[in-house]
């Protein structure tokens, strides 16, 4: 089946994203930027999503499209099945890079990433502007799932949208109403006001407010946003307690939300100074690195307790279970989880800590039962595998903020037990760095006793273990403490 087409019209940091995304849930991308350095840092995002997106799963991506980066951009929409536009927020460029587009596409949905202009501001002049509509992601787009879609007038045109960003991965959020810089960025609005207000007024520098963000009310926001951390702030009186008892102090002339300080030169400078101080020791595509790698924790953190973001996740990991879409072509052990090493993960000799690879090992365990069907709706029927025995292999060392990879292999199943044979290694040169043998066991929990699985886990099992019978022996299987090489 011949991959969908999505055309990316700018190649900055959020066109670069965007490029990520499709590309990595098995679209083919073609990039417009005239910008001589558009390829190489497109090409160093996408590098970096195919890091960090996957970690953030447990079920492989669809194949990867193709990257190309065409000359001119006719060649680039031409038979594009999504448009998405990133060009800088100048009205008239947007207007004259829409009407260059449906020249040569005049049906495909584009998509605009603007973060303040309407619809109807940017169909003015338009030969389709029922096609035109509002898919307003956030920075990095390839790990931050929502976007903004606005275009309630063009109804048909938005609900094939929504339904293409839910099949990349996408949380789309459709904004009832047209309105300047629509909901999120009104919201940052807000906040980058205030900021500047107190580091122009001396109050605070640029990294004690980030400080009391990152390590306050910001973590809240992660898992519950606005409305849902207040709530909680009612006790158990709820909402309505809480509105009453600290609403009166929104009169109070706390805020400057209706001015902002003059951008001076001096502002200017006294703000680039302290972020310099605050991060000037890192470069932008290690701050990136950085960013991700935290981010990847806590979508990680978050899916496993099914909130907030973890719940886009969660439904990505199902409909790329569903559509059965994978790599594996059954002539190699099966390709499992992806993940970086988190500093957390550290031990006093700068390696990966022991129990954490036990962790990788069981999450990839996991993950196996997962493709066979043991999911939690299966698990509730009191059938389940239980671990009964494990063998780890520790060959070579993993390091803060490597990215890794685990395989799996069946060496033996029947119908009540399974007997694998994981190893991690590092994604950048394919070294085995852990290997761990597992059997484990069917069991009826609440009788506490083995038992032979349901004949659904077995119709995938069987299947899978007659092929992986055809594979070699892996390096190290069966082998025990203290046996001689």
């Known amino acids: 089946m011949k991959a969908p087409i999505a055309a990316i019209v700018g190649g900055g940091v959020i066109g670069g994203g965007w490029a990520a995304r499709f590309l990595l849930m098995g679209w083919d991308v073609r990039v417009f930027d005239p910008a001589s350095q558009a390829k190489r840092k497109v090409s160093e995002v996408v590098e970096n999503a195919r890091m960090s997106l996957p970690a953030t799963l447990d079920w492989p991506l669809p194949k990867e499209g193709s990257l190309t980066f065409a000359p001119t951009l006719a060649e680039a929409v031409s038979d594009a099945q999504w448009i998405q536009e990133s060009v800088p927020e100048v009205l008239e460029l947007k207007h004259q890079v829409f009407r260059d587009i449906q020249a040569a596409a005049p049906h495909a949905i584009l998509a605009s990433s603007t973060s303040g202009f309407t619809p109807t501001q940017l169909r003015e002049g338009a030969r389709h502007p029922g096609a035109i509509i509002v898919a307003h992601p956030f920075n990095p787009v390839y790990l931050l799932p929502v976007v ?30 047209e309105i300047d810089a629509h909901v999120a960025d009104r919201l940052l609005e807000a906040v980058w006001r205030e ?3 107190l580091v122009n007024d001396d109050v605070a520098t640029t990294e004690e407010i980030d400080d009391i963000i990152r390590l306050g009310f910001g973590l809240r926001w992660a898992q519950m946003g606005l409305f849902e951390t207040y709530r909680l702030a009612g006790g158990e009186e709820g909402m309505a307690h809480f509105i009453r008892q600290f609403g009166p102090a929104l009169e109070w002339p706390w805020t400057k939300l209706m001015d902002v300080p003059e951008l001076t030169e001096e502002l200017v400078q006294k703000i680039a100074d302290q972020s310099d101080d605050q991060s000037g020791a890192y470069g932008i595509r290690e701050l990136e690195r950085i960013r991700d790698d935290n981010l990847v924790g806590i979508l990680r953190a978050l899916k496993s307790r099914r909130w907030g973001a973890g719940t886009v996740l969660a439904a990505q990991d199902e409909m790329l279970r569903n559509t059965s879409h994978s790599a594996h072509d059954n002539t190699s052990p099966m390709r499992m989880l992806q993940l970086s090493v988190l500093p957390g993960w550290i031990d006093y000799n700068g390696h990966m800590t022991e129990f954490r690879y036990l962790q990788v090992f069981g999450d990839t365990s996991d993950c196996l039962l997962q493709r066979l069907g043991v999911d939690q709706e299966y698990v509730a029927t009191g059938k389940s595998y239980y671990t009964v025995e494990t063998h780890i292999r520790h060959l070579n060392e993993a390091k803060a903020g490597q990215h890794l990879y685990s395989t799996t292999q069946l060496l033996y199943a029947d119908a009540k037990r399974l007997h694998v044979f994981h190893a991690i290694h590092r994604a950048d040169d394919d070294c085995c760095v852990a290997t761990a043998e597992q059997l484990l066991l069917h069991v009826n929990s609440e009788a506490g006793k083995v038992c032979a699985a349901d004949q659904i886990v077995l119709d995938r099992l069987l299947p899978l273990y007659a092929q992986h019978q055809a594979l070699p022996l892996p390096d190290g299987a069966g082998r025990h403490v203290g046996q001689k090489k």
């Open 148 to 177: 903004e879609l606005v275009g309630l007038d063009a109804q048909q045109t938005l609900e094939s949208a929504r339904s293409t960003l839910q099949n990349i991965g996408m949380k789309p959020i459709v904004v009832r109403k």
């Open 195 to 197: 900021a500047l207000w």
